[in-house]
């Protein structure tokens, strides 16, 4: 295992984090600020992709992997270059997007830990077709290429994920492009944020690690101002409730009910 970081102190261990048993467990637990904030380890087993790799093949993944540390707006991918690896996110979260000839930026998914990217790239031996930035001080994994794709075809448990995943991919492709083809702006804000939440532990909904109202516009097509002032609405309504860095849904079926609500036709 190689740090890119000279003040990064890497631990990789063979073994799910014990101080969780829950699948959904970091991979990177957050790290003692008190004794050494540059001193991190990574429970290997608890990356979703390297879970149930042999003893062996996780002893080829730990020598190989490369860990790198980017700050928010770093850029981890180019669009048009080649890179020869797989990413592993283990912390932070990352925007994919694309610029188009006029210079404007398209928002077009976002990535969480325990995603992993650039695998089309490897398995088609192309370019990358967009670019990956990061939204907040990330940790990523990079596993050589040819140690991915051998993985990909000889260890069932990846090929079986690689498979699901892809499918997931292009579902939730298709759930973005279901939200940027309505054309009620806070009906888009409204879907996205439906799209993008989750449970915690206390059944609570929310959106960890929100992105900033110009990302979220950015991804959906509009302007950061409409964003603001459409969850400032929602703020007010008592349907969401912002924290510092996560918004809360405190009425989720309000939330739904305006999303789905027909859109009223103008009569002549």
């Given at each position: 295992m190689i740090s890119k970081n000279k003040k990064l102190l890497i631990s990789l261990e063979d073994t799910p984090s014990s101080s969780s048993s829950s699948d959904n467990a970091p991979a990177v637990p957050a790290p003692n600020k008190a004794k050494n904030p540059f001193n991190i380890t990574i429970h290997l087993r608890n990356i979703p992709l390297l879970q149930k790799l042999t003893k062996d093949e996780m002893l080829q993944v730990k020598n190989a992997l490369v860990i790198q540390r980017y700050n928010r707006r770093d850029k981890i991918i180019q669009k048009?270059?080649?890179s020869n690896y797989l990413l592993l996110l283990l912390s932070g979260n990352l925007q994919v997007i694309d610029m188009t000839d006029q210079g404007n930026i398209t928002g077009l998914s976002l990535l969480s830990p325990g995603n992993f990217f650039g695998e089309v790239e490897l398995i088609n031996n192309t370019v990358h077709t967009?670019?990956?930035?990061?939204?907040?001080?990330?940790?990523?994994?990079?596993?050589?290429?040819?140690?991915a794709l051998h993985l990909f075809s000889h260890s069932p448990p990846v090929s079986q994920q690689i498979q699901s995943h892809l499918a997931h991919k292009v579902r939730r492709n298709q759930q973005f492009r279901n939200i940027l083809s309505i054309n009620n702006t806070p009906k888009r804000i409204f879907n996205f944020l439906i799209l993008m939440k989750q449970k915690n532990s206390e059944h609570q909904e929310l959106v960890e690690n929100l992105p900033t109202h110009q990302e979220i516009a950015n991804i959906i097509?509009?302007?950061?101002?409409?964003?603001?002032?459409?969850?400032?609405?929602?703020?007010?309504?008592?349907?969401?409730?912002?924290?510092?860095?996560?918004?809360?849904?405190?009425?989720?079926?309000?939330?739904?009910?305006?999303?789905?609500?027909?859109?009223?036709?103008?009569?002549?």
């Amino acid at each position: 295992m190689i740090s890119k970081n000279k003040k990064l102190l890497i631990s990789l261990e063979d073994t799910p984090s014990s101080s969780s048993s829950s699948d959904n467990a970091p991979a990177v637990p957050a790290p003692n600020k008190a004794k050494n904030p540059f001193n991190i380890t990574i429970h290997l087993r608890n990356i979703p992709l390297l879970q149930k790799l042999t003893k062996d093949e996780m002893l080829q993944v730990k020598n190989a992997l490369v860990i790198q540390r980017y700050n928010r707006r770093d850029k981890i991918i180019q669009k048009g270059t080649v890179s020869n690896y797989l990413l592993l996110l283990l912390s932070g979260n990352l925007q994919v997007i694309d610029m188009t000839d006029q210079g404007n930026i398209t928002g077009l998914s976002l990535l969480s830990p325990g995603n992993f990217f650039g695998e089309v790239e490897l398995i088609n031996n192309t370019v990358h077709t967009s670019s990956v930035v990061a939204l907040n001080e990330t940790l990523i994994a990079l596993l050589p290429g040819a140690i991915a794709l051998h993985l990909f075809s000889h260890s069932p448990p990846v090929s079986q994920q690689i498979q699901s995943h892809l499918a997931h991919k292009v579902r939730r492709n298709q759930q973005f492009r279901n939200i940027l083809s309505i054309n009620n702006t806070p009906k888009r804000i409204f879907n996205f944020l439906i799209l993008m939440k989750q449970k915690n532990s206390e059944h609570q909904e929310l959106v960890e690690n929100l992105p900033t109202h110009q990302e979220i516009a950015n991804i959906i097509n509009t302007s950061r101002e409409t964003v603001t002032r459409t969850l400032l609405m929602l703020v007010q309504q008592g349907i969401i409730k912002k924290d510092a860095n996560r918004l809360v849904i405190t009425k989720p079926s309000a939330l739904f009910k305006l999303a789905n609500k027909p859109q009223q036709t103008k009569k002549n």
